[in-house]
């Protein structure tokens, strides 16, 4: 499965000219996918990274598409957050790359991972767990998933952000199975944007613990969200679905149900205004 990804080139762009970042005005969100679940999101008041991973290989796992946008060209950083320490959201190099003496947010038993990489503070989340920063406010929130790097560590958390910056929230669900947590969510939170994962779900072990696109539309339905921005796809071959199934089968069940309008594909690099 892994040979032919050896020897074909990497689809997308190897980083074109510097993206046009917009003047935000109060309000204005703007949203730039970078990859998989890396995601840049900024406001007339900071801009905040989830999960950057400029990684060639995860392990044995070869990157098939370029990032959409070249470290070296974001924009200042003012936090970090990170859903999980498995190796396609925590990239070690990636943070250290990125570190300027920002806040950075991890799961409660992740701290470890990015301590002496050049942040100012690792703050360590448990669920429902809210903290407030100059310009957003982060709450970490359940997911259906786990959280162990290597086998044996059993002790390190996971989960999702909702972040709030100055009245409109953004969910970024890191990795998670389908679970009754998106209602909950909904109710207690109110996302307005939904980050949601559709890729990954096929193989032993893997439909339990990520959604495949129906189920990530039906979490989209339960949070009672406006917008869907689906995710973790298309860049690392993680699981046996074809690469380009996962889009597909949602825009399939978008349409069925009658909400094709609200899912939002975001082209990598791009930045987006919401
Ligand atoms: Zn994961
Ligand atoms: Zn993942």
Request: proline letters at 8%; a positive charge; one cysteine or more.
């Amino acid at each position: 499965m892994l040979l032919p990804a050896l020897f074909s080139r990497k689809r997308g762009h190897r980083h074109g000219p510097p993206p046009i970042f917009p003047k935000l005005r109060k309000g204005q969100i703007c949203i730039t996918w970078i990859g998989h679940a890396s995601f840049l999101i900024q406001s007339h008041q900071g801009n905040i990274l989830v999960d950057p991973n400029w990684a060639n290989w995860l392990l044995v796992v070869r990157r098939l598409r370029h990032a959409g946008l070249a470290h070296h060209h974001l924009p200042s950083i003012d936090l970090v957050l990170i859903t999980h320490a498995h190796f396609d959201h925590l990239n070690r190099r990636s943070l250290r790359r990125i570190a300027a003496n920002q806040p950075i947010v991890v799961p409660s038993g992740v701290g470890d991972l990015v301590h002496g990489l050049g942040f100012e503070k690792v703050y360590e989340m448990k669920w429902w767990e809210r903290l407030r920063f100059p310009g957003a406010a982060i709450t970490f929130v359940p997911a259906k998933h786990w959280g162990a790097r290597k086998v044996t560590d059993h002790h390190r958390g996971y989960g999702g952000y909702v972040i709030d910056m100055g009245g409109r929230t953004i969910y970024h669900a890191g990795d998670s199975g389908y679970f009754p947590g998106f209602r909950e969510i909904g109710k207690k939170l109110h996302p307005e944007i939904a980050l949601l994962p559709i890729g990954a779900y096929h193989g032993p072990k893997f439909g339990e613990n990520h959604m495949d696109p129906e189920e990530s539309l039906r979490a989209f339905e339960d949070l009672k969200a406006k917008v869907l921005i689906p995710m973790h796809f298309g860049t690392y071959r993680l699981s046996y679905e074809p690469l380009h199934e996962p889009p597909q089968r949602l825009m399939q069940e978008a349409t069925r149900a009658g909400r094709l309008a609200d899912v939002r594909f975001l082209i990598e690099g791009m930045p987006t205004l919401f």
